[in-house]
């Protein structure tokens, strides 16, 4: 045991993926990066979902929307037939969170836990999302959350058609990184549509009414294509929403303008080998080496020393791989969001079965 404790310190684990900038690539034929000027007067650039469920688009110009009642989505052409390992959103919250900010102050704001989801276009001339082919959920510490420049913004609410009294200024960029054994792997020249939502922005685990005074919208884009943003409403406000699936999405009644977000890979150059086996996960165990974290189609000992990483940092996208080690059992083979032996002897098994 103090032999294996020893291995898990000579390695660090991975940090989080870094935030999308213009300029890097991008797997979609027009990119979305977030309009910060002003559009007039009104100046409107984000929308909010709260309780009941509501979610933003103005007229003068339309903010696509979202929060934890409604889905808000919006379409990409993909640009290479390759895995998505990183989306970016950007989000404002309404009055920049500051009913947080007033009944904790001096607590930083967790920015809850998001699912993401990804659909298929609907076939010939209807509109919108089909069918689900990809979702995860994100709790704090899984992205990264980084504060950009300050806008102006109004916000809507494509549900009830009526405005928010009280939009934020503080657009905030929201980094997914996506392991390379979860990709969605898109195809070259085929239109997708990203579904948003913010399930429990608090972090206390429930949805309550305390969660109905953190509404949060999506910054506009002044790029767009194909069709305008479109929203899913929840059944119910207080019961978590389960992945998308079977979602019917509506459209916005004022939707002119894009929402901000970006699908890319920024492995690129070393996403051409699929993995070999589930326990296939790096080209190298060294941090820092090129395509560390990117499987490279061969298992060896970088594999395995790369997984005692990631267990050691808890990190449990990588290291959470089951519920049960034992074959059989219930949860065999399914992660459970806990880190603990069963998780590392089931890898061990990955490993022995080799490529």
């Given at each position: ?131 689900l082919i990809w979702t995860r959920t994100f709790v704090p510490g899984t992205y990264t959350a980084t504060q950009g420049p300050d806008a102006n913004s109004a916000m809507w609410d494509p549900v009830w058609e009526r405005p928010y009294y009280a939009p934020g200024d503080q657009v905030w960029q929201y980094t ?56 899913s409403k929840q059944e119910s406000a207080l019961v978590l929403p389960s992945p998308p699936a079977g979602a019917v999405f509506f459209p916005m009644t004022v939707a002119i303008f894009s929402s901000a977000f970006v699908v890319s890979n920024p492995l690129d150059l070393c996403s051409g080998t699929p993995p ?80």
């Amino acid at each position: 045991m103090r032999r294996l404790l020893a291995l898990l310190a000579v390695f660090p684990g991975a940090a989080l993926a870094q935030p999308w900038v213009l300029g890097d690539p991008t797997a979609m034929q027009v990119p979305q990066p977030p309009f910060l000027g002003a559009f007039g007067a009104m100046a409107p650039t984000a929308c909010y979902v709260g309780l009941p469920p509501m979610s933003c688009q103005v007229p003068e110009p339309p903010a696509t929307c979202v929060a934890r009642d409604v889905f808000i989505a919006d379409d990409w052409r993909a640009v290479g037939t390759r895995p998505i390992r990183q989306i970016d959103i950007w989000m404002v919250w309404g009055d920049d969170f500051s009913f947080w900010t007033n009944t904790f102050p001096g607590f930083p704001f967790p920015h809850g836990t998001w699912v993401l989801g990804v659909y298929d276009d609907l076939p010939g001339p209807a509109m919108g999302p089909g069918d689900l082919i990809w979702t995860r959920t994100f709790v704090p510490g899984t992205y990264t959350a980084t504060q950009g420049p300050d806008a102006n913004s109004a916000m809507w609410d494509p549900v009830w058609e009526r405005p928010y009294y009280a939009p934020g200024d503080q657009v905030w960029q929201y980094t997914f990184e996506v392991v390379a054994q979860n990709a969605f792997v898109q195809q070259d020249g085929q239109d997708y549509w990203l579904a948003v939502i913010n399930i429990d922005p608090d972090d206390n685990g429930t949805i309550n009414s305390f969660d109905a005074f953190l509404p949060v919208g999506r910054r506009v884009s002044a790029s767009s294509f194909g069709s305008p943003p479109m929203y899913s409403k929840q059944e119910s406000a207080l019961v978590l929403p389960s992945p998308p699936a079977g979602a019917v999405f509506f459209p916005m009644t004022v939707a002119i303008f894009s929402s901000a977000f970006v699908v890319s890979n920024p492995l690129d150059l070393c996403s051409g080998t699929p993995p070999c086996s589930a326990a296939d996960l790096t080209a190298g165990a060294v941090p820092g080496v090129t395509c560390y974290g990117v499987p490279n189609g061969a298992l060896n000992n970088e594999d395995f020393f790369y997984y005692l990483a990631q267990f050691a940092a808890q990190n449990l996208f990588i290291a959470d791989t089951t519920t049960s080690a034992v074959p059989g059992t219930p949860g065999y083979g399914v992660p459970n969001g806990i880190l603990n032996n069963e998780d590392f002897f089931y890898y061990l098994t990955l490993f022995a079965q080799g490529c």
